[in-house]
């Protein structure tokens, strides 16, 4: 039998049509790449805003101020963007090596490393890191001349540094956004809170889908009784007013960034459930999976393994819509105020700065905080619509 070596002997894949596809959309490309360069400045955001140097001479001596002060949630996003990245080589390549009977198995065997391997570096990080606080003004030093040769980030402010003096300003040559009710530079909290709406955004999603697909696959694979008994969960769920029942979760919590994506996690997980329900019902009856029973493998392989693979579309549809609203979320909650606590900056807390205590509005806190919520939740919302056009074969064109 000859081996099978080139990927043009395997023919064009169900993924590869559906890029294909997806890549026609002019919007869809426009909005994807948005979405990746607002990741770009999210990870990047301390290196490009920040009021610490680069480097800086002090007394004689070379020090690197900006590096020292980076944080264990630093560390943390820069580990989660390598991960990424591995993912989407180790993915790209098996599409081209990998024989695509084997390819499901092997891309899920990698996924869950590499979550463990993420997971496994956060939780060092924030044991072994120290929480640091360097209020040193540098530019101060320079000023007396204390410090000499400087090398700043392009915005060269720090979002929980204040400055009376400079609050309330209109946008500037000097500050591009203007500044908020404590003299921040708008621009760099807005660069910082891109990291908190796409954190939440992305780990509480993470969360509602790990219990989605497991209760939706349960159902979905069992049927009977446990169908049964799991469908009145997810009802229940569905006729608690969301939102509202996050707030009043929210209010008796101690106000944190883990606690809201928790929260919003445990608490959107319906849809994903009724997604891999609906799969699984369909799957259980196909040829390979009853292969795989008459086998005796292992329960766990059979889900996970075979039928999750075959079966995961449309939460990844799901997924882009369910980070779209996680953001929304998040933003209307920091605007009522049951947010992340200051000086941690997030678009909803900036948007709801726009009106002083006097009744003075400014308007630059409204614009630029209020269009970086609507743009992040509309390309993830088309993003969305161009993946389920592209994965759906009533709507996608012959190729």
């Known amino acids: 039998m000859k081996k099978i070596t080139k990927q043009k002997d395997w023919g064009v894949s169900y993924g590869q049509l559906v890029k294909q596809q997806f890549f026609k959309g002019l919007f869809n490309r426009i909005s994807l790449s948005f979405v990746m360069l607002l990741f770009v400045f999210a990870i990047a955001a301390p290196l490009v805003a920040n009021d610490k140097p680069y480097a800086i001479q002090i007394d004689g001596q070379w020090e690197f101020p900006l590096f020292a002060a980076l944080t264990a949630n630093d560390y943390s996003v820069f580990l989660a963007a390598i991960v990424a990245v591995v993912l989407f080589f180790l993915f790209r390549r098996n599409s081209k090596k990998v024989d695509p009977f084997l390819r499901p198995s092997i891309m899920w065997r990698q996924a869950v490393i590499c979550s463990v391997v993420l997971f496994a570096g956060i939780v060092t990080f924030q044991i072994l890191i120290p929480k640091k606080l360097n209020a040193t003004d540098y530019k101060f030093m ?10 700043f980030a392009p915005v060269p402010y720090g979002y929980a540094r ?28 807005l660069l910082h809170g891109s990291r908190v709406s796409l954190s939440v955004g992305f780990v509480a999603v993470g969360i509602s889908s790990v219990i989605g697909i497991f209760v939706g696959a349960m159902m979905g694979y069992f049927g009977g009784k446990v169908d049964f008994i799991g469908m009145r969960l997810v009802e229940i769920m569905m006729a608690v007013p969301t939102f509202f029942l996050i707030i009043t979760i929210v209010a008796f919590f101690p106000r944190s960034l883990l606690n809201i994506m928790i929260i919003i996690g445990i608490t959107g997980w319906t849809g994903n459930a009724r997604f891999i329900r609906a799969e699984f019902f369909k799957l259980r009856g196909q040829d390979f999976v009853q292969a795989a029973i008459s086998l005796s493998l292992p329960l766990r392989s059979i889900l996970f393994r075979h039928m999750l693979p075959n079966g995961i579309a449309p939460v990844l549809v799901n997924i882009t819509f369910g980070v779209a609203g996680a953001i929304f979320i998040e933003a209307a909650l920091s605007f009522l105020g049951f947010g ?11 948007l709801s700065l726009s009106l002083s205590t006097t009744g003075r509005f400014f308007w630059w806190l409204t614009l630029f905080p209020g269009m970086a919520i609507f743009l992040t939740v509309t390309a993830y919302n088309l993003v969305g619509e161009g993946l389920r056009d592209a994965i759906d074969p009533k709507l996608r064109k012959a190729v």
Do not use: Y
Not at 168 to 186: E, F, I, R
């Open 142 to 151: 320079l000023e007396t001349g204390r410090a000499t040769n400087a090398v």
């Open 162 to 189: 204040t400055d009376i003096k400079l609050r309330h300003l209109p946008p500037s040559a000097q500050h591009w956004m203007g500044t908020d009710d404590v003299g921040s530079d708008v621009f760099c909290r």
């Open 340 to 350: 992340v606590a200051p000086p941690t900056p997030s678009w909803g807390q900036m």
